[in-house]
């Protein structure tokens, strides 16, 4: 990697992420915020196909160290 330094794009990672924020879901009808959206692309993968996808946070509480959003 040293050698390709200066190259742009150069790197070791298996795959490549961007993941963007969306405008909140609604929550039927009802003011304020909604669910927490975002946006997942597989921009890249070594031998496998990318993908987009919607994701969205469906907690309505969180828990510190429960493993669920």
């Given at each position: 990697?040293?050698?390709?330094a ?51 946070c ?12």
């Open positions: 990697m040293l050698r390709n200066g190259k742009f794009g150069s790197t070791a990672c298996a795959a490549r992420w961007q993941v963007r924020s969306l405008q909140s879901a609604d929550l039927n009808g009802l003011p304020g915020t909604g669910f927490m959206r975002w946006q997942v692309d597989l921009l890249k993968v070594r031998n496998g196909q990318t993908g987009s996808w919607v994701e969205r469906k907690c309505v509480l969180w828990q510190p160290g429960s493993g669920i959003c």
